[in-house]
Each structure stands twice: as C-alpha cells, then as structure tokens.
C-alpha cells in the first residue's frame, strides 16, 4: 500500500506518516525495490497505534522512547509496559477531568433559563 492510500485510510496527512517516520514515532517502513514506502500490515498497525496515542495525548517524544525501546527487543518489555502504564495513568486523568467538565455543562444545560442571575459569578477585583 502507498503513502496515498495509507494517508487516505488512516485519515493521516501524508506529510505527517513521513514525519512519524523520520522522527522515529513509527518504525522504519518497508520500501519497495524502487524505493518508495511500501505499507505492510505491521507498517500500518504502527501507524494506527501512533495515531491513537497522539489522539489521546501522547507526546511525540514518548512515542519516540517506545518504539526506541520496541526496536530493542525483548530485554525492554518491562520498560515498555512501564512506559504504558504511565501513559495509562496520564489519560485516565485528562479524561475524569473531561468527565467533570461534561457533567457541569450537562447540569448548567439541564438548569439553562431558571435562574435570574448571571451564568458566571464573576466579580471584578478592585
């Protein structure tokens, strides 16, 4: 599968699969004999995962650490399973803040227009 076609399935700018690359965010993928990226299912499920991982957050420098570590092999397993679980733990929390911020909007929505007063108790400092 090509750059295009890879970027059109994933929903990734093509300019971005070959940054992932360059960085290394993802490994190396797999060139035809011309020379041009030939996306093999492992080139893609790398890709997946980096998508998803940037969606929910992840830096690009952490998924540079992983793959770093990936590409070493099985001696860093446990690092790697470190590393995820830390991830693990830093979603969970932007996502219990999202949670408490969607629960105070559904509750302002569900009390919209009973209150006479301004929606915000701002005052000013003087």
Known sequence: MNIKEVS??????????RYWERVGVIPPVTRATS??????????????????????GVSIE??????????????????RKALLQE?????AAKRDAVQATYDKLQQKIAHYGTHTVTPFAYKEEK
């Open 8 to 17: 059109t399935k994933l929903d990734i700018p093509a300019d971005t699969l």
């Open 62 to 79: 952490t998924l540079i650490e992983y793959i770093d570590l990936l590409q070493q092999g099985d001696d860093t397993t446990e690092t």
């Open 35 to 56: 020379g041009y990226r030939d996306y093999q299912p492992e080139d893609l499920n790398a890709c997946n995962f980096a998508k998803c991982m940037r969606e929910a």
């Open 87 to 91: 991830q693990l733990k830093t979603i």
